[in-house]
């Protein structure tokens, strides 16, 4: 247990040294920032580049607005930067040779994926509830107005970003080099949109709980439609740590 204090310890320094701390922490409270205000003025912008004397009809903007831009902008900026953020979470490990150093302390190896997947999510979930938070509060000052379902819908992406570095961290065992982790999630990630062309998938792939967020805020869809994609994702999450655990066991360093 004390190895594994230290290394996570080890993880945060690194983390902070390495300014991805830094990095995450702006790139999401800039998008936190972004969303209500360009719900909030795009309509007089578009006016101001329109030829004079011509008017354009626009419904005046709502809290549901301010909410399409953060689950737009969460899923196809926040999430790419996260994987690119951790993808080297394991090949800068790989290259310096420090692991070989902590494990014949007796750290076990179990510890180290625990280490990395616990330190990368804590980063994730503050990053993410930070750009909600502040999504949260500049749309309750712009609209006072009440947004249903709209934690499940947050926690729905949440726990999206959470796979998917489980998923990073699989391929970081796999493969040594960061470009490679990168490709090898993205080609899960398109897997799922190609499945998605299936309608008979859709309601079961993992892709819905990012891509459907607006559906279930506008009760075209209910909570109960994402419980099948919830515990494939959960399952995929699961399977991604027991994976890696097992083929780090057998790893050579």
């Not at 719900?39 to 301010?66: C, R, V």
Request: proline share 4%.
């Amino acid at each position: 247990m004390r190895g594994m204090t230290a290394f996570l310890k080890k993880e945060f320094c690194e983390m902070i040294r390495t300014y991805k701390i830094l990095i995450l922490g702006s790139v999401f409270f800039l998008l936190g920032v972004i969303g209500p205000l360009t719900a909030k003025y795009m309509p007089e912008i578009m006016e101001q580049f329109l030829p004079q004397g011509m008017t354009l009809a626009l419904e005046a903007p709502k809290a549901l607005d301010s909410w399409m831009q953060f689950f737009k902008n969460v899923p196809q900026m926040g999430l790419i930067i996260v994987v690119i953020v951790f993808s080297g979470m394991m090949a800068s490990e790989w290259s310096k040779g420090t692991l070989v150093l902590v494990l014949t302390k007796g750290l076990a190896r179990r510890s180290v994926i625990m280490a990395k997947f616990l330190t990368a999510t804590l980063l994730w979930s503050g990053a993410y509830w930070l750009c909600f938070g502040i999504s949260y509060g500049y749309t309750r000052f712009f609209w006072d107005e009440r947004t249903p379902r709209l934690g499940a819908a947050a926690a729905f992406v949440w726990l999206f970003g959470v796979m998917l570095i489980a998923v990073t961290l699989l391929g970081g065992v796999l493969f040594r080099g960061s470009y490679t982790v990168l490709l090898f999630t993205g080609f899960l990630v398109v897997m799922m949109f190609i499945i998605n062309i299936l309608p008979s998938a859709q309601k079961y792939n993992p892709i819905m709980l990012v891509s459907s967020s607006m559906e279930l805020l506008e009760g075209i869809k209910r909570i109960e439609d994402f419980m099948a994609p919830t515990l494939i994702t959960g399952g995929l999450l699961i399977a991604s740590l027991i994976g890696s655990a097992a083929i780090f066991d057998k790893k050579q360093l």
